[in-house]
């Protein structure tokens, strides 16, 4: 038996050509006072933001796991390779918040993405548990 839970994020997160015309020489001194690109300070974003939906769904912790991905998008401009580029905060923030422990070969099995046009940004994050015996691709 493989759990299953769903995670929703009801919003668009950046691509990579917007992360890397963020990767600028452009620094924010933040309230700790470590200096960061613009980049390191939406990525922090993008990450407690995901981190607050997982939160407020309630999604409970796995040993390993299995995602299908569903990327929406209000029109077809973006390009698919550029908006998959945020599985990195996705996976940051099921392991700041506990879902996984950590977010390496033992946790993660593996995704599939799907890209969607609706009238609305947001992703659908389906996670599979694996268990100890169904580990793949490890």
């Known amino acids: 038996y493989m759990s299953k839970q769903?995670?929703?994020?009801?919003?668009?997160?950046?691509?990579?050509?917007?992360?890397?015309?963020?990767?600028?020489?452009?620094?924010?001194?933040?309230?700790?006072?470590?200096?960061?690109?613009?980049?390191?300070?939406?990525?922090?974003?993008?990450?407690?933001?995901?981190?607050?939906?997982?939160?407020?769904?309630?999604?409970?912790?796995?040993?390993?796991?299995?995602?299908?991905?569903?990327?929406y998008e209000k029109n077809k401009r973006r390009?698919?390779?550029?908006?998959a580029v945020s599985i990195k905060y996705i996976l940051d923030a099921l392991q700041k918040t506990g879902i996984i422990k950590n977010d390496g070969w033992e946790q993660v099995t593996g995704w599939e993405n799907k890209f969607c046009v609706d009238t609305d940004y947001h992703v659908e994050v389906e996670i599979t548990e694996i268990g100890k015996s169904k580990k793949w691709m490890i």
Not at 79 to 83: A, E, G, R, V
């Open 6 to 71: 769903i995670l929703y994020i009801r919003d668009k997160l950046p691509d990579f050509n917007t992360l890397i015309k963020n990767a600028s020489t452009k620094t924010y001194t933040l309230k700790n006072g470590f200096v960061v690109t613009k980049y390191r300070k939406e990525a922090s974003l993008a990450i407690n933001y995901i981190c607050d939906e997982i939160v407020e769904q309630g999604l409970s912790p796995v040993e390993s796991l299995y995602m299908s991905i569903t990327w």
């Open 79 to 83: 390009d698919p390779d550029n908006i």
